[in-house]
Nanobody, 117 residues
Framework: QVQLVESGGGLVQPGGSLRLSCAAS????????MAWYRQAPGKQRESVAV???????SYADSVKGRFTISRDNAKNTVYLQMNNLKPDDTAVYYC???????????WGQGTQVTVSS
């Protein structure tokens, strides 16, 4: 079985920063792309940032210049550094892993990020 454990969410004031982590464990031996999604109340889940197997990155327009996605392949972990947070960034953040071995797509349980004064 493959498990994704997320951490790092919380309450932060506008302009503040948070760093999310998502560690994959279990029977996972080779990971391709890793990504962060978010879902705000009443809205559809949306892609925030993606990092491919060769560490190419892409971002939603709304977070470009503020968020940075990175990965540590030795730890099977993906990170999301979020700076200059805005109230519109409030959402549940989910990590997603596309695995080569075993094949499949896996999701984390979600971590709440709330940006409020």
């Amino acid at each position: 079985q493959v498990q994704l454990v997320e951490s790092g969410g919380g309450l932060v004031q506008p302009g503040g920063s948070l760093r999310l982590s998502c560690a994959a464990s279990g029977s996972i031996f080779s990971i391709d792309a890793m990504a962060w999604y978010r879902q705000a109340p009443g809205k559809q889940r949306e892609s925030v940032a993606v990092i491919t197997g060769d560490s190419s990155t892409s971002y939603a327009d709304s977070v470009k210049g503020r968020f940075t996605i990175s990965r540590d392949n030795a730890k099977n972990t993906v990170y999301l550094q979020m700076n200059n947070l805005k109230p519109d960034d409030t959402a549940v953040y989910y990590c997603k892993v596309v695995a080569r071995v075993p094949g499949g797509v896996y999701w984390g349980q979600g971590t709440q990020v709330t940006v409020s004064s």
